[in-house]
């Protein structure tokens, strides 16, 4: 079994006998290996700090860039949509255009009026068999198959 040779803090290099693993922890928190302890718990430690990190920075994310919310699946998708909403009459596909995909899913397609682009966006929602409409558990506008 290998043993750590020295102290680790968060983004710091854990040196093994023979190997170094990169324990990278974004969460800012610092944890102390002393010599000889086992490398396997040291690293279940390092991944519970770093899964509590990432679970914390998406939480942040969500807030502050208006992400989605973890409970959405693939029959969903919020990219090119906004708004909140009720019913899915609320909620129309704003800008269509004459191409394949341009505008929002929206609560205010007012804002968008004509778009007159006619190239063929692959990755638009609806070119991906998506529909625009409330996505009601949610409370928010978006595209759902």
Same mark, same amino acid.
């Given at each position: 079994m290998s043993k750590l040779t020295k102290v680790v803090g968060s983004h710091?290099?854990?040196?093994?006998?023979?190997?170094a693993l990169l324990v990278i922890l974004s969460s800012g928190m610092f944890f102390?290996?002393?010599?000889?302890q086992n490398t396997?718990?040291?690293? @279940?430690?390092a991944?519970?700090?770093?899964?509590?990190?990432?679970?914390?920075?998406?939480q942040q994310l969500q807030k502050t860039q208006n992400l989605p919310p973890k409970n959405t699946s693939?029959?969903?998708?919020?990219?090119y949509s906004e708004g909140n909403c009720t019913y899915d009459s609320q909620c129309t @596909?704003?800008?269509?255009?004459?191409?394949?995909?341009?505008?929002?899913?929206?609560?205010?397609?007012?804002?968008?009026g004509d778009?007159?682009?006619?190239?063929?966006?692959?990755?638009f929602p609806s070119n991906n068999g998506y529909t625009?409409?409330?996505?009601?558990?949610?409370?928010?506008?978006?595209?759902?198959?």
């Open positions: 710091d290099l854990i040196n093994l006998l023979g190997a102390y290996v002393v010599q000889e396997e718990a040291v690293l @279940w430690q991944g519970k700090y770093r899964s509590e990190a990432i679970h914390r920075h998406l693939l029959e969903t998708t919020f990219d @596909w704003a800008g269509e255009g004459c191409g394949g995909g341009h505008g929002m899913c929206t609560n205010q397609p007012e804002k968008y778009i007159s682009t006619c190239d063929y966006n692959f990755n625009c409409g409330c996505i009601s558990t949610l409370g928010k506008c978006g595209w759902r198959k």
